[in-house]
């Protein structure tokens, strides 16, 4: 496998700052690795209270018809919930900090949604899991949460800030996920870009593809049992 360093999503080929060519760049490179997985955070569907559609895949192909603006899709899901913030399944087994609609989120959620995870199904270029059958012929996309991950190992702490303290915890959380051997050491300049950023992002990244490693080593979770919920809200791997 080769091996690649960092990249923002902006410095892809024929992407940009501007999110519309910045996710079609992304989706590009996804369609391009079919011997590949890539793990996304954010949330890949609603808890199921909230979907109509018969499956997941309807839904998401369904996706762009039904909310037209990301902020009328968490304004349709506010109201739908009488203001609540309902959870998913794996929301709530994984930990993860807030619910798909969630004020913080909801940006997320639709955009990944409507603008990776919609034209990947629809043109049928990448599986997604576990509401797809992970077959060899495609990509593979999962969906992680770095705070879940931290917490499945006793690692989560506040990190992200320019502040002396978070930089250590940031420090402090990269040391351990050598010292469990789940990372191995990085050089002086990754170690150092990955200590510094403050907004989190870079050590999000790291993380996220712990994750999605992880799950891969895992062949006999990739389709979990257990609820049947996850079939139409989706699953996070931590």
């Known amino acids: 496998m ?74 349709a899901c506010r109201q739908a919930r009488a203001g609540s913030e309902l959870k998913r399944v794996t929301d709530r087994d994984s930990q993860t900090p807030f619910s798909p609609y969630n004020l913080r989120l909801y940006r997320q959620t639709y955009y990944g949604i409507r603008e990776v995870l919609h034209p990947l199904v629809r043109d049928q270029v990448a599986w997604v899991l576990p509401m797809q059958k992970p077959l060899p012929d495609r990509p593979w996309v999962l969906e992680v949460c770095p705070a879940s991950t931290l917490k499945a190992q006793d690692l989560y702490a506040a990190y992200k800030g320019g502040e002396r303290q978070k930089r250590e915890t940031r420090e402090g959380i990269l040391q351990s996920l050598v010292e469990k051997g789940l990372l191995v050491a990085p050089d002086r300049a990754m170690r150092a870009m990955l200590v510094g950023d403050a907004g989190g992002d870079a050590l999000d990244s790291v993380i996220a593809a712990l994750a999605t490693a992880g799950a891969l080593r895992r062949p006999d979770g990739l389709v979990p049992s257990g609820d049947d919920n996850y079939a139409v809200e989706g699953y996070v791997y931590v």
């Open 2 to 75: 080769e091996r690649r360093g960092r990249r923002c999503g902006d410095t892809l080929p024929g992407s940009s700052r501007q999110r519309g060519q910045c996710l079609v760049a992304l989706r590009a490179l996804i369609a391009g690795e079919s011997h590949s997985a890539f793990g996304f955070d954010f949330p890949f569907g609603l808890p199921a209270p909230l979907v109509d559609e018969e499956s997941w895949e309807s839904f998401v192909l369904a996706f762009p018809d039904l909310y037209g603006c990301a902020d009328g899709f968490g304004e």
